[in-house]
């Protein structure tokens, strides 16, 4: 079966954003497909090749969003995955695929500096932050080159990492164990969850008071009105006008302080970090009262997953 280098580019990252483009690497040559006018096209066109891609879940789930790919047709053994092979290789690295092409393949990824140039043009013109500039809004013939670069590095990536895994019978076994749980994490995110919004819109509405009060009271412990907790300057300042020298305020270091002021911050910063990251993370990303999860397969380096927000490579 002919292997062959699969990407997308999408409107956004959310489970439910389409691709505005698909693109392909046979080896020799390259090729972008829009989306959805090529569609169907393009569907022929996959349908007896095995696909390689790099963070192959978000592919997929584009793909089968788009009406390219059918979710009952896709089987562990007519996909792969760059990340996951450079993850079991040595799941330290970096296994970003600009990374990996310029650490293996010698690449300088001068399309990316392409895009970043186009970006900034963009958002100039039309009065923008860069980070809300998405690829579709750029030219196509600055996204095209860097469409096709991506498929044609994750091509040359499986043909570099593949015959290395293949030493090692029980990396085999774990890399078509990866690709099974692929596809059953991808059925588990096309479920939405339900979320108890009157509860959760009234748990946001607390963690903010807390946060709230605690930061009026570390001011008030301070004495002064202007203090700014977040401020990792400011804070040492403060330790040391009470005598204490600290090298860092990170948490091992307030830990170690035996004073109210240490233990007020570290009870602030759990309480943003409970607020920011869970409570309003949620209420960003439902919809109607309902939520995508996404699993994050590759990261940790411990060999767990986390969830977290999409990332396309």
């Given at each position: ?8 580019e ?5 489970w439910?954003d ?53 979710r009952?047709?896709i ?6 995955d ?5 993850h ?17 393949l010698?690449e300088?990824?001068?399309e990316q ?12 013109e ?5 980070s ?8 196509p ?7 096709i ?12 990492f ?17 690709m ?9 995110e096309?479920?939405t ?10 748990k ?7 946060a709230l009060?605690?930061?009026l009271?570390?001011?008030d412990?301070?004495?002064?009105e202007?203090?700014?907790p977040?401020?990792s ?13 600290l ?9 170690g302080?035996?004073h ?13 970090k409970?607020?920011s ?5 949620l209420q ?7 939520i995508?999860?996404?699993f994050r ?14 990332e396309?490579?």
């Amino acid at each position: 079966m002919r292997v062959i280098g699969v990407d997308t580019e999408t409107f956004g990252l959310a489970w439910d954003d389409f691709p505005f483009l698909a693109s392909t690497h046979d080896g020799v040559e390259g090729r972008v497909w829009e989306l959805p006018a090529e569609a169907a096209s393009l569907r022929e066109y996959l349908s007896d090749k095995r696909l390689v891609f790099h963070n192959a879940k978000f592919d997929l789930q584009k793909l089968i969003l788009a009406g390219v790919l059918e979710r009952a047709l896709i089987s562990a053994d007519r996909i792969e995955d760059t990340e996951g092979l450079a993850h079991l290789l040595d799941e330290h690295q970096v296994k970003k695929l600009k990374h990996l092409a310029k650490t293996y393949l010698g690449e300088d990824n001068a399309e990316q500096e392409e895009i970043r140039k186009a970006k900034k043009v963009v958002a100039k013109e039309q009065k923008l932050k860069l980070s809300e500039i998405s690829y579709d809004m750029l030219p196509p013939e600055v996204v095209q080159p860097y469409a096709i670069k991506d498929a044609e590095y994750t091509l040359r990536l499986y043909e570099l990492f593949n015959p290395q895994l293949e030493q090692y019978d029980d990396l085999k076994q774990l890399y078509a164990d990866e690709m099974e749980l692929c596809l059953v994490l991808l059925d588990i995110e096309a479920q939405t969850m339900k979320l108890d919004m009157e509860y959760l819109n009234a748990k946001v509405r607390e963690y903010s008071s807390r946060a709230l009060r605690k930061e009026l009271e570390i001011r008030d412990m301070v004495g002064e009105e202007s203090f700014n907790p977040n401020s990792s300057k400011q804070v040492l300042e403060v330790f040391a006008e009470l005598g204490i020298k600290l090298k860092s305020t990170g948490k091992i270091a307030l830990r170690g302080v035996d004073h109210p002021l240490s233990a007020a911050i570290l009870e602030l910063r759990h309480l943003r970090k409970v607020l920011s990251t869970y409570l309003l993370g949620l209420q960003q990303e439902q919809k109607n009262g309902y939520i995508h999860l996404n699993f994050r397969q590759h990261k940790p380096v411990t060999g767990r997953m986390s969830s977290g927000g999409r990332e396309e490579e």
